[in-house]
């Protein structure tokens, strides 16, 4: 049913294992708690993106992306600097802080 | 490894309070509340999607979806059968992914009624089930004695279809056995309803069959509003696929609808009388029934909730989602009800566990078929704000009239299957 979260044992991956350890953190930590609803976001990302990493028919799966590149795009689509059927619209209600967290929750995992 | 899920838990779980040593140790998962018992009531996508995340985000709750079918007829993709396109049978999910994957209890059964005093669901045979949350998800029912002359009898005649399952059959037999030449004509409803667009997507199906098999024949869509969703891309479309077939009157020029006779399929309006071949009436709505007789709705016939959790204003322990409720802007959709029931399932979980809820963020996207490979679409992002305590519409956004409708039929078949696949596993 879902994909496994890797958590990386080995020193190469240590950064992007910091990254997500601070996702964590930061959900966790009561400074940072209301960005639980980033996550909420995300799973309405589930409703076209599937989580499967076989589904490349649009709307693609993402789990293949790194989150950066993700992130990228969905800034893209935010300025109109990419043109999309959808994703311009979605896109224009998020914040730079969201669109991170929504990149790093649905991204490749480490 | 750390399986997903327990990572979406711990997420859901984790809020103001909680130190480092909480999240990191996880023991807290099997603290107070992480063994409650959740009761869903209605197996749609509003349901159904509430008891899969109830249960990823925090797998020892007990999910039980008590549901009177044994299948669910998906609502999205209904028109396209009614226009002889699609395949019906991929509307159809069963809740044996749900059952089998994730343990969720299904009772097939009506419910009666609810005990909300002692958090007892009640169903016709008289077996209760016990609740520490309950989730309605209890869609729509009609309010058939908005207009004179329809009622739930004259549905069998002139169907509504705006229910999926035997009225849509109906309402298909009467378009292909229809003459060419003939009218169909289709009532839309009063805001707020079921699927704003739906009735405007069926008058492009139709349309869209007429066409190839009766061209000579007529769509005709009396409506009691003064617009439309994704009205500018809708008459676009018309006119550049259907030409003057497919024609729209607004209430500023025929009034109210009065009189519906569905034996001489008549509508009378009140500047005009119109003969139908073909009449399709949906009709103005209400929260289900269940719902209105649970003391749940308020004078609107819809239930007031707080959007933080979906929680009934009336009833803490009640939830309610999907087309019964009524969140500010968000329209009633399935999208909307998938969403929905997320926050809903987070807020349960956190609940649960002492927390108070996340603040939400949203999202609606509903497509609508204009033709057999051609869709237009809108779009709405829903954030909380602490102020108003209501949500409020972050960012949206619709098709142009000229927008790229074969690729958004691309993306909307696509998303029928990763959108069911989300709720039903499958």
């Given at each position: ?110 | ?202 008058a492009s199906l139709i349309a869209c069959y007429l066409k190839k ?22 008459e676009q479309a018309w006119r550049e696929l259907y030409g003057d ?182």
């Amino acid at each position: 049913m879902t994909q496994p979260l890797n958590i990386p044992r080995d020193v190469l991956s240590f950064s992007r294992a910091a990254y997500l350890g601070m996702i964590v953190l930061a959900l966790c930590f009561p400074a940072r708690a209301e960005k639980l609803d980033t996550v909420l976001a995300a799973l309405g990302c589930l409703g076209c993106h599937a989580e499967e990493e076989k589904q490349i028919t649009e709307p693609a799966s993402l789990r293949r992306f790194d989150a950066k590149d993700i992130a990228s795009v969905l800034r893209e689509y935010r300025e109109g600097k990419r043109s999309g059927t959808v994703m311009n619209r979605i896109a224009a209600g998020l914040t730079d802080d969201e669109i991170e967290r929504i990149a790093a929750f649905l991204g490749k995992k480490p | 490894m750390i399986p997903r899920r327990r990572f979406l838990r711990q997420l859901a779980t984790c809020s103001l309070g909680w130190g480092l040593g909480a999240c990191a140790s996880g023991r807290y998962l099997r603290a107070s509340g992480s063994g409650g018992r959740v009761v869903i009531v209605g197996g749609g996508y509003g349901g159904a999607t509430a008891a899969r995340y109830l249960k990823r985000m925090n797998p020892d709750l007990t999910v039980t979806l008590i549901e009177p079918q044994d299948a669910y007829l998906s609502c999205p993709g209904s028109n396209e059968t009614i226009a002889g396109l699609g395949d019906g049978e991929a509307l159809v999910r069963s809740y044996d992914w749900l059952q089998q994957e994730l343990d969720i209890r299904k009772v097939t059964a009506k419910v009666a009624r609810l005990e909300r005093s002692r958090r007892q669901v009640v169903l016709q045979d008289g077996a209760e089930v016990p609740y520490d949350r309950l989730v309605l998800s209890p869609g729509i029912d009609f309010r058939w004695d908005a207009i004179e002359g329809y009622d739930e009898a004259a549905s069998r005649i002139a169907p509504h279809a705006w229910k999926a399952g035997p009225q849509t059959a109906l309402l298909a037999r009467q378009i292909r056995s229809m003459p060419d030449g003939g009218l169909v004509l289709i009532t839309a409803p009063p805001n707020p309803y079921r699927c704003p667009p739906g009735p405007y997507e069926r008058a492009s199906l139709i349309a869209c069959y007429l066409k190839k098999h009766k061209p000579r024949s007529k769509v005709l869509i009396l409506d009691a509003k003064t617009r439309f969703s994704k009205q500018p891309a809708f008459e676009q479309a018309w006119r550049e696929l259907y030409g003057d077939m497919v024609e729209w009157i607004s209430s500023e020029k025929q009034g109210r609808l009065e009189r519906v006779d569905a034996a001489a399929r008549t509508v009378e309006t009140e500047f005009d009388t119109f003969r139908a071949d073909v009449l399709n009436v949906i009709p103005p709505q209400k929260a289900g029934l269940l719902a209105d007789q649970s003391g749940l709705t308020d004078s609107s016939g819809w239930c007031p909730v707080d959007p933080l959790s979906f929680a009934s204003v009336y009833d803490p322990a009640v939830h309610v989602i999907g087309d019964a409720c009524q969140p500010g802007p968000m329209p009633k959709s399935a999208f909307s009800a998938n969403s929905q029931a997320k926050v809903c399932a987070a807020a349960i979980v956190a609940s649960l566990a002492g927390e108070p809820p996340a603040e939400p963020l949203l999202i609606n996207h509903c497509y609508s078929f204009v033709a057999s490979d051609q869709a237009i679409s809108i779009t709405g992002v829903y954030g909380y704000s602490p102020d108003e305590r209501q949500l409020t519409i972050r960012s949206s956004g619709e098709t142009p009239p000229h927008g790229d409708r074969r690729q958004e039929a691309n993306h909307a078949r696509a998303w029928q299957r990763s959108f069911r696949k989300d709720v039903f596993g499958y």
